[in-house]
């Protein structure tokens, strides 16, 4: 099969051509309930950036050289091409829509549902991805798509929407009609979540963004307040809240300042949720202690909330923007994505 290769990394991000289009063997079924899907579409993600960077060497990668070559893309969906002999309740052909976390799910993060903590591999960060014809998984990862959404259209889903999701979704379980809650970045994540929350509370929604593009995006999305990210965005945020901050802040950028900011916006015995990330959060204690304020990290998230994310797909209330390449144009869609240039998310369709 074709495949889009990560032979080495670039920390400075300078090369311009980081994958090599290349035949590779065909994956293939190793145990009874194994899967493979024939790509429909593949997300690109700034996580792939930051793999290319070697920011995920220390975690995935400590010797700098033993993953590579690598096949980036945890962001997948597309067709069951094969099963194995006891996989049961999908059929070759099936359109699907995979977890990125491969589990056995006996272990006891599994067991308790956290599929993104359990035993296993993460396909395009420690083992071979989707930035290619056909995928290896299992059928434990797979949740069937309804006829009304497509693999090329849903992919991103799969990680940067179900991250968006189970962020907004943490929010949302707290928010009430009189709160706020503040979106810092309405990019490929911030878009999916502003739609989350819109679908799942009745909270102010205040969206933060340093692009133009981006803050129309999120008013089409459901967004009540938009503010440039020009310098001025927290006293922006308090102005909007009475001076007090939001309830709730979901920081999708978590970098280049943004971390600070999202405290200063985080009122006393609010919630500041992290996604995107970059640069270290840093804080007193005792400004911790005196405020009572909450900090969350937000990883993926489980096989059940992705079958909840469809079903607001499925039901239109969350739409994904997407950009489509060829996958021969992975390193064209790379460096849009590192340099701003997408709105929503990009896909490569083999």
Request: glycine fraction near 12%; proline fraction near 5%.
């Amino acid at each position: 099969m074709k495949a889009q290769v990560l032979h080495k990394y670039d920390p400075d991000l300078s090369s311009g051509s980081w994958v090599n289009l290349e035949d590779v063997d065909d994956p293939k079924i190793e145990k009874s309930t194994d899967v493979v899907v024939r790509i429909g579409g593949a997300g690109v993600c700034r996580t792939d950036l930051h793999i290319v960077e070697g920011i995920w060497m220390p975690h995935m990668d400590p010797d700098g050289n033993s993953l590579l070559p690598l096949i980036m893309g945890h962001e997948n969906a597309g067709w069951i091409e094969e099963i194995g002999p006891e996989v049961e309740g999908f059929s070759v052909g099936d359109p699907v829509i995979v977890h990125p976390k491969i589990t056995g799910g006996t272990c006891l993060a599994c067991r308790r549902g956290h599929d993104m903590h359990g035993d296993g591999t993460f396909p395009g960060l420690d083992s071979n991805g989707g930035y290619a014809e056909y995928l290896q998984t299992t059928s434990r990862n797979l949740v069937k798509l309804p006829k009304t959404l497509a693999p090329k259209d849903v992919a991103p889903y799969s990680d940067a929407g179900l991250t968006a999701y189970r962020a907004a979704k943490k929010a949302a379980q707290q928010l009430l009609p009189d709160h706020s809650v503040v979106v810092i970045g309405a990019g490929g994540l911030g878009h999916i979540g502003i739609q989350v929350l819109r679908a799942m509370c009745a909270a102010t929604i205040i969206v933060v963004d340093i692009n133009d593009n981006a803050l129309e995006l999120a008013g089409k999305g459901g967004a009540d307040h938009l503010v440039k990210a020009d310098g001025s965005e927290v006293d922006a945020v308090k102005l909007l809240t009475n001076g007090l901050g939001a309830e709730a802040v979901i920081d999708f950028v978590g970098e280049k300042g943004t971390t600070k900011k999202g405290l200063d916006m985080t009122r006393p015995m609010g919630s500041y949720y992290i996604v995107g990330y970059g640069e270290d959060i840093q804080i007193p204690t005792v400004d911790m202690i005196i405020t009572e304020r909450n900090i969350i990290g937000n990883l993926v998230g489980t096989w059940a909330e992705l079958t909840e994310l469809m079903a607001l797909a499925d039901r239109g209330l969350v739409d994904l923007e997407t950009r489509h390449y060829s996958l021969s144009e992975a390193n064209q869609a790379l460096l849009d994505l590192h340099h701003g240039k997408i709105q929503g998310r990009a896909v490569l369709v083999p």
